[in-house]
């Protein structure tokens, strides 16, 4: 099974931060990674798809990038909204994956 | 509007089975295969095996081989998971989501059901 790292595994920020989370895979993705965030109770939501094209709806500030083993999701303005857990998933191989998420709150 | 309907909670003795459904609505379901992905308190997400909407096709991840069974039914546009010989390392919210084949992410989820195995 290909094997999904995050770092860091939480992070405080301010609002108006600029923030970077980053997504490790254990093998080349090719751009098959995905992007969710979940607030507490609350089922999972997609914000970016294929390493960077942004899910209908999902605010411009939200940006992916990477290929091949490394990506990135970066908030360009964090917002009060969006201090929440942010999940990798890689959908490369029919035996997806997910990261061990990053939390991001407030400092 | 694209809908996913999962039942409600369930509270199970160790070495009993659940049965989960996930009803679908607002497209066409055998256009769509539905993933199950489940969440300990406190923990991530792991994924556990998805269906075909269009054939039936399953794939389950390795942990849960031989002992989860994913099936739908095209009729109603419900989707089922049974787990069997629960744990209580089972207990966790179980949610569905949809997606639209190989290599795509998932785009709609169920709102998740919580499972709780005790004694």
């Known amino acids: 099974d290909i094997q999904m790292t995050q770092s860091p595994s939480s992070l405080s920020a301010s609002v108006g931060d600029r923030v970077t989370i980053t997504c490790r895979a254990s093998q080349s993705i090719r751009f098959y990674l995905n992007w969710y965030q979940q607030n507490p109770g609350k089922a999972p939501k997609l914000l970016i798809y294929?390493?960077?094209s942004l899910q209908s709806g999902v605010p411009s500030r939200f940006s992916g990038s990477g290929s091949g083993t490394d990506f990135t999701l970066t908030i360009s303005s964090l917002q009060p909204e969006d201090f929440s857990t942010y999940y990798c998933q890689q959908s490369y191989s029919t035996l997806f994956t997910f990261g061990p998420g990053t939390k991001v709150d407030i400092k | 509007q694209v809908q996913l309907v999962q039942s409600g909670a369930e509270v199970k003795k160790p070495g009993a089975s659940v049965k989960v459904s996930c009803k679908a609505s607002g497209y066409t379901v055998t256009n769509y295969g539905i993933s199950w992905v489940r969440q300990a308190p406190g923990q991530g997400l792991e994924w556990m095996g998805w269906i075909s909407g269009y054939n039936g096709d399953t794939n389950y991840a390795q942990k849960f081989q031989g002992r989860v069974t994913l099936t739908t039914d095209t009729s109603t546009s419900t989707a089922y998971m049974e787990l069997r010989s629960l744990r209580s390392d089972d207990t966790a919210v179980y949610y569905c989501?949809?997606?639209?084949?190989?290599?795509?992410?998932?785009?709609?989820w169920g709102q998740g059901t919580l499972v709780t195995v005790s004694s």
């Open positions: 989501a949809r997606f639209s084949g190989r290599l795509q992410p998932f785009d709609y």
């Open positions: 294929a390493a960077s």
